[in-house]
């Protein structure tokens, strides 16, 4: 066997102990700490409205975790958009995307976007966005791997001084 093919071998090996199933409301504490994990911050209030919003507004999100021998790994957030921001097609943005620090380089990650570019597939989304900071190495190299490259959009933003807002 070529080192290439066993190479995918041990890749599907891996995937495969790797269960993606949508979001509850009971992972509220593990999506936290997933991504406590990547940001270096608790967000309990950010992820409890995101999870309140998959659970009420399932037509505009698609919230996935990712298994591992029964532990909630990794987690992946995305909204969908029907011509927001002047865009005609259908588009999804990842507005979180994590795993567990002790998961890493196991295809936590790869399982959750593909099972997210297989739910988007069947909802007819053509384009799938995302941000990320510019110095995030490591999740820059990962969305290069899934396909990702830059947009033809350009994010822009503006500090704005609260104590001076004309400023």
């Given at each position: 066997?070529?080192?290439?093919?066993?190479?995918?071998?041990?890749?599907?090996?891996?995937?495969?102990?790797?269960?993606?199933?949508?979001?509850?409301e009971d992972d509220l504490d593990a999506v936290?700490?997933?991504?406590?994990?990547?940001?270096?911050?608790?967000?309990?209030?950010?992820?409890?409205?995101?999870?309140?919003?998959?659970?009420?507004?399932?037509?505009?999100?698609?919230?996935?975790?990712?298994?591992?021998?029964?532990?909630?790994?990794?987690?992946?957030?995305?909204?969908?958009?029907?011509?927001?921001?002047?865009?005609?097609?259908?588009?999804?943005?990842?507005?979180?995307?994590?795993?567990?620090?002790?998961?890493?380089?196991?295809?936590?990650?790869?399982?959750?976007?593909?099972?997210?570019?297989?739910?988007?597939?069947?909802?007819?989304?053509?384009?799938?966005?995302?941000?990320?900071?510019?110095?995030?190495?490591?999740?820059?190299?990962?969305?290069?791997?899934?396909?990702?490259?830059?947009?033809?959009?350009?994010?822009?933003?503006?500090?704005?001084?609260?104590?001076?807002?004309?400023?």
């Amino acid at each position: 066997m070529r080192a290439e093919d066993q190479a995918d071998s041990n890749s599907m090996e891996m995937m495969d102990r790797v269960i993606v199933r949508t979001m509850r409301e009971d992972d509220l504490d593990a999506v936290v700490a997933i991504d406590a994990t990547s940001t270096g911050h608790r967000r309990p209030h950010y992820f409890k409205r995101m999870l309140e919003r998959t659970v009420k507004e399932a037509d505009f999100q698609i919230s996935l975790v990712a298994e591992v021998d029964g532990v909630v790994a990794g987690c992946v957030i995305a909204t969908l958009f029907y011509g927001e921001y002047g865009v005609l097609e259908p588009a999804a943005s990842i507005d979180a995307v994590g795993v567990l620090q002790e998961y890493r380089r196991q295809h936590v990650a790869r399982a959750l976007v593909r099972q997210l570019r297989l739910n988007l597939s069947a909802l007819r989304i053509e384009t799938l966005r995302t941000e990320v900071r510019w110095d995030d190495f490591e999740l820059l190299r990962f969305l290069k791997s899934e396909g990702f490259a830059p947009g033809t959009r350009l994010c822009l933003e503006r500090s704005i001084d609260p104590t001076n807002p004309e400023s």
